[in-house]
């Protein structure tokens, strides 16, 4: 074993031996009965998570302890995140109740397996791709700035000045033939 040299300053933890190595040899898990469904996180509940199923439901997933703990950090879960669920068929659903179906994690994506699901997969992804916050966060982003470029610009009067200023400091020296030159003193404006 390699010995810690750098102290006890949470270095240990972040060592290879602590990273999630699947035990299928890294190849990429789908789908496969009918109870396994492809889904997107919209909300964080502590131990559980709300998740978004390719089949238009919304449901309540539980975080299994084998993607909890040590020798776990490539399995964090965040809103956005694609997952694998496995829906309880044994669950049943009461009409008097609003309680959400139930269902387990089976599998956490990453972006590179994301795309990866996307060209292997005869899936409809647009449905988790349009309630994917990240996606939708950057293009609001994008438009609230473009936006706000085109409106408004607030400045107070010694921010025009100095704008005034660089202005005719930058502006093209034009000299005159046959009457005297005039000089402006910057210092004094």
Same mark, same amino acid.
């Given at each position: 074993m390699v010995k810690n040299t750098h102290g006890g300053s949470k270095q240990k933890k972040f060592g290879r031996k602590f990273t999630n190595t699947s035990g299928a040899g890294g190849k990429l898990r789908t789908s496969d009965c009918d109870f396994e469904k492809y889904a997107i996180v919209t909300k964080m509940c502590g131990n559980n998570i709300h998740v978004y199923c390719l089949d238009d439901n919304l449901r309540l997933c539980h975080i299994r302890g084998k993607f909890s703990g040590r020798r776990k950090r490539d399995n964090v879960v965040s809103i956005g995140t694609w997952v694998l669920?496995?829906?309880? &068929?044994?669950?049943?659903c009461t009409t008097t109740k609003k309680k959400l179906r139930e269902c387990d994690l089976l599998e956490v994506y990453?972006? /590179?397996?994301? &795309?990866?699901?996307?060209?292997?997969?005869? @899936?409809d992804w647009d449905i988790l791709t349009s309630h994917d916050t990240s996606i939708l966060n950057k293009e609001e982003d %994008?438009?609230?700035? #473009?936006? @706000?470029? %085109? #409106? =408004?610009? =607030?400045?107070? @009067?010694h921010e025009d000045h100095l704008e005034y200023i660089n202005a005719v400091i930058a502006a093209p020296k /034009?000299?005159?033939?046959? &009457?005297?030159? @005039?000089?402006?003193?910057?210092d004094c404006i």
């Open positions: 669920v496995g829906v309880r &068929e044994y669950d049943v990453t972006n /590179v397996e994301k &795309e990866q699901l996307k060209n292997n997969v005869d @899936e %994008a438009d609230t700035k #473009h936006k @706000e470029d %085109a #409106h =408004f610009c =607030f400045s107070t @009067e /034009v000299e005159m033939i046959g &009457e005297e030159k @005039e000089e402006v003193n910057v």
